[in-house]
């Protein structure tokens, strides 16, 4: 009976501590309100919209002809007698006002306007693999935030009765019905149990910094908590891979590829004489009261290519075409071990989670409740109970690893088989 009302008086004990915790103000948050938060306030995100932007700028600037330049020059000036006197146009200096446009050959600037739109191309691609990126890193973040919540409670939970059993048995002790070498027990499993509860605030701390970071929040980290559940263990997903050229990244090294090509023509093209052709209108100042003697001309020039035709240009441009092409073979196979990757990571999450929540976890939540109604029934020693419950803590704690290793592993799985979205 006595053995009862131990165990009663602690359930008591933590149950009124629970009730007595203050609540503080909190901030929950779905996946869906973290994902907008991040949109806006991810400074990586900010940095890949900004490279589109300028990359567009690039393009802009590429299509566009030359503009022609205007000069005026007098000369024909006399130190001794001066420029004379009146107006502008009567002054003693021979003007030259001169207009010139280059006109440039071998299509050159269709040649840039192809390399900077397909540069402006692979920095939207870019931009959507650093959203894809960013979407698996915000996810990753919200799934440790909620292990580590549930991590806190259970540790809380298990504390919480530790303590109340040591204060029960005390009382036990001192009533002669408790071995002391019992009571040395329960000291030590509940320090066991504060110092995990402990270890579990600290990880829930740095969980909040992690998500704050990412979404912005900053000022309010320490308030921030999951409102979202762990995702259903359903069957597994279709573990097709897709398609590895829709994938952003490998779109982003074909663009550069466009992007090469355009500027090894483009490097070609220097081959062709640019013409560069002037009109001119010259006036002399009047002499011996006669009127002015003006005149008009024409200039044509295009340069001699005595000292070099452009050989550096064309191998730089050959070594980038030949670069960016290691590149997309690169990307491509990194691209195609990171899916594999998540497929296997994936199906061996899913396949942890179920032997736990299914059954381990059942097992050892029965496990505990038997050892302790044993313990009532004098069947067995408070050592076993003290392990069963340590059992069942422990797979308690993997069982929240183990949900959020699919949970990640699942989002993960997700944005490498989404369509690409695109990044603006």
């Excluded at 001169?98 to 600037?109: S, W």
């Excluded at 097992?363 to 313990?375: D, L, P, Q």
């Amino acid at each position: 009976m006595r053995q009862l009302i131990f165990f009663l008086s602690a359930l008591t004990i933590a149950a009124s501590n629970a009730v007595a915790m203050p609540e503080a103000a909190v901030r929950a948050l779905s996946l869906a309100q973290a994902e907008s938060l991040w949109q806006a306030a991810n400074p990586e995100l900010r940095l890949a919209r900004n490279a589109v932007a300028m990359a567009e700028a690039d393009r802009l600037a590429a299509d566009r002809g030359n503009n022609p330049q205007f000069s005026w020059s007098g000369t024909s000036i006399n130190p001794r007698t001066g420029i004379g006197a009146g107006p502008v146009k009567d002054k003693s200096v021979d003007q030259v006002l001169h207009v010139e446009q280059l006109i440039e050959r071998g299509d050159k600037r269709v040649l840039r306007t192809r390399a900077a739109e397909a540069r402006a191309g692979a920095a939207l691609r870019d931009a959507d693999d650093v959203a894809r990126q960013g979407r698996i890193q915000l996810h990753f973040a919200y799934w440790d935030l909620h292990q580590a919540e549930e991590r806190e409670r259970v540790s809380a939970a298990a504390a919480e009765l530790a303590v109340a059993a040591l204060a029960a048995a005390e009382k036990r002790v001192k009533a002669g019905d408790l071995a002391p070498a019992d009571l040395a027990r329960l000291s030590v499993d509940r320090l066991r149990a504060e110092n995990d509860a402990r270890t579990a605030v600290a990880d829930r701390q740095k969980a909040q910094v992690g998500l704050a970071y990412l979404t912005g929040l900053r000022t309010e980290e320490a308030s921030l908590t999951t409102s979202e559940d762990w995702p259903p263990l359903a069957a597994l997903p279709s573990l097709k891979g897709p398609d590895i050229g829709q994938r952003a990244d490998v779109r982003a090294a074909i663009a550069r590829i466009v992007a090469a090509e355009a500027a090894l023509a483009g490097a070609r093209a220097l081959g062709s004489r640019d013409v560069t052709v002037g009109l001119q209108y010259e006036r002399y100042p009047p002499a011996g009261g006669l009127a002015p003697n003006n005149t008009w001309g024409l200039s044509v020039s295009v340069p001699l290519f005595l000292a070099h035709t452009y050989e550096g240009e064309i191998a730089r441009a050959e070594a980038d075409l030949d670069a960016a092409r290691e590149q997309l073979a690169r990307i491509r196979a990194l691209a195609s071990g990171e899916i594999s990757q998540t497929r296997s990571t994936l199906a061996a999450a899913s396949d942890k989670r179920q032997r736990l929540d299914g059954g381990l976890l059942p097992a050892a939540e029965t496990v505990a409740k038997a050892a302790e109604f044993a313990y009532l029934k004098g069947a067995s020693s408070l050592l076993e109970v003290i392990d069963a419950r340590r059992t069942l803590r422990q797979i308690q704690q993997d069982a929240a690893a183990a949900r959020a290793d699919h949970a990640k592993a699942l989002s993960a799985w997700r944005f490498q088989t989404e369509p690409v979205a695109e990044a603006r």
